[in-house]
């Protein structure tokens, strides 16, 4: 089994190939690849690899599939005995990333 934990949008990951995963918004049109190189582990077939902070040469490419918005969150401002309330709603724009290959 390989795997790897990596680094992007601010997030680490454990990430496997054949999957998809929802990362913040990354710029780029759906249907293109990227290269994430902020590898931190890499584990191929019970071989561990461990970077210090990451791993050279180990990169890993993926396929944008869509952008999308996540799940709706509110938000709720209240000050006691002032009369102001406040109601807000969130909702993160993300892309969804397949994961093609994890290459060293």
């Given at each position: 089994m390989?795997?790897?934990i990596i680094e992007a949008s601010g997030k680490q990951l454990w990430i496997?190939?054949?999957r998809y995963y929802d990362l913040n918004h990354i710029p780029v049109e759906p249907g293109q690849s990227i290269i994430l190189?902020?590898?931190l582990l890499l584990?191929?077939?019970g071989h561990v690899s461990l970077?210090?902070?990451c791993i050279e040469g180990a990169v890993i490419k993926a396929t944008v599939?869509?952008?999308l918005r996540g799940k709706k969150?509110?938000?709720f401002k209240m000050k006691p005995k002032k009369?102001?309330?406040l109601k807000k709603g969130h909702r993160q724009e993300l892309t969804r990333l397949m994961i093609d290959s994890i290459m060293t």
């Open positions: 390989t795997y790897a496997e190939e054949g190189g902020k590898v584990n191929k077939d970077g210090h902070p599939m869509r952008h969150i509110t938000v009369k102001m309330r």
